[in-house]
């Protein structure tokens, strides 16, 4: 069953993963700082198949995040919902190693992340 981090930090997490808890295929967790981040994937990094980070998180940024974990776990897909995506902003994304593919501006709603969630996993590499 795929298990799915997701950090975020407000009211954004429940509102957008609720299109995501009414599938019981997966497993999500929930994580609202970087560091909270950070320290669940050094923990089991195996466990996870999709990282969601916020761009805006507290404590480590989720493009820290992002340059930490690209150093540390190359191959774990990750997405980022991102408050303004500029042709320029789509450059410095793609410097840690996020296409734009793996982008989403906010707002957006349930449904349109949920298949954005949907078809990273379908094309994300298997995992132990």
């Known amino acids: 069953m795929p298990r799915i981090l997701f950090a975020e930090d407000g009211p954004t997490v429940m509102q957008l993963s609720g299109g995501l808890l009414d599938d019981d295929n997966l497993i999500i967790d929930v994580a609202t700082n970087g560091r909270q981040t950070l320290d ?7 466990a996870y198949q999709l990282i969601v980070l916020g761009e805006t998180l507290p404590d480590v940024s989720g493009m820290e995040c992002v340059a930490f974990l690209r150093k540390m776990y190359r191959r774990l897909p990750i997405l980022m919902l991102v408050d303004t995506l500029t042709d320029d902003r789509r450059l410095q994304f793609g410097k840690v190693g996020l296409r734009p593919k793996h982008l989403l501006e906010k707002p957006t709603d349930p449904e349109t992340f949920a298949l954005w969630v949907k078809q990273a996993l379908a094309e994300a590499p298997e995992r132990p």
């Open 40 to 46: 669940l994937i050094n923990a089991e990094s195996s």
